[in-house]
Each structure stands twice: as C-alpha cells, then as structure tokens.
C-alpha cells in the first residue's frame, strides 16, 4: 500500500519561505505522477502542483513563479519550495500520486502577521 507523509509546515510571515516535503513509501516516486494539494475548510482540495515521470511540471496559476516542485529520488521524496507566501496560501497541504486513492494526513502551512 502506497503512504505518504508530509512534513514541513508551519507559521510564517508574509513574505516568508518554507519547504514541504513529501515522503512516499510502497512505491517509487520517479515512476508515477506526484502531486501537491491544498485545502482550506469548507472547500475543495486544490492542486498547487505536480511533477510527472518525465519530469514535466504544472503550477496552478495562483503559484506560479512563487512555488517550485522537484524530488529526489534516493529519498523517494517529493519537495514544494514555497517563497513569497501569502496569507492566501493558509490551507492544508497534500500529496498524492496520479490515482489520489491514498492521501496523507497533510501538513499545515499558516501564513500570518
């Protein structure tokens, strides 16, 4: 059974940076599609990001230029660098693979002054 494990949440200001990780188990991450969801209450989980077995990568546009997806393989880890957060970015992250039957617990990102 795939798990995955996401780390790396927090609380930081405006402006600030963190890096989410994304530890997968029961399967090998450069093999499959992974992806970065968010989700804040009372809404629909979001995609923010994902990085394909040929190492394609989608941003949504609310992202783009602020994000950045990649992994590492000998770790089976898939990271989100975030920069430049906004309090809009407050949610809980996700990852998940292509077939998103399997999600983690997330981790929560809280951007605040």
């Known amino acids: 059974q795939v798990q995955f494990v996401e780390s790396g949440g927090g609380l930081v200001e405006p402006g600030g940076s963190l890096r989410l990780s994304c530890t997968v188990s029961?399967?090998?991450?450069?093999?499959?599609?992974i992806m970065w969801y968010r989700q804040t209450p009372g809404t629909r989980r979001e995609l923010v990001a994902h990085?394909?077995?040929?190492?394609?990568?989608f941003y949504a546009d609310s992202v783009t230029g602020r994000f950045t997806i990649s992994r590492d393989n000998r770790q089976n880890t898939v990271y989100l660098q975030m920069d430049n957060l906004k309090p809009e970015d407050t949610a809980v992250y996700y990852c998940?693979?292509?077939?998103?039957?399997?999600w983690g617990q997330g981790t929560q990102v809280t951007v605040s002054s």
């Open positions: 029961g399967s090998i991450i450069s093999m499959y599609t």
């Open positions: 990085l394909t077995r040929a190492g394609s990568i």
């Open positions: 998940t693979d292509e077939y998103r039957l399997s």
